[in-house]
């Protein structure tokens, strides 16, 4: 995870689901390409996107420690 791994956080409730169509490719790019990719999703991306994504991979973490272990 990262460096706040021993910081509590207060508690966060979730107040609705949405269950959403989801595939990932492996994609093969120049590095240009994938740099113009990469600016685009940043202007584009929410707050709400970055919250998801921290708790996704906060998540995944957890289950991987708890694998190790």
Do not use: C, F, Q
Not at 14 to 19: A, C, F, P, Q, R
Not at 27 to 52: C, F, P, Q, S
Not at 55 to 66: D, F, M, V, Y
């Amino acid at each position: 995870m990262s460096e706040d791994k021993d910081t509590d956080l207060p508690i966060i409730k979730i107040i609705s689901e949405e269950d959403e169509m989801h595939v990932k490719l492996e994609l093969e790019m120049e590095e240009e390409t994938k740099d113009m990719l990469v600016r685009w999703g940043k202007e584009d991306a929410t707050d709400e996107d970055y919250v998801n994504i921290a708790i996704r991979e906060g998540l995944l973490n957890t289950l991987k420690e708890a694998d190790d272990e």
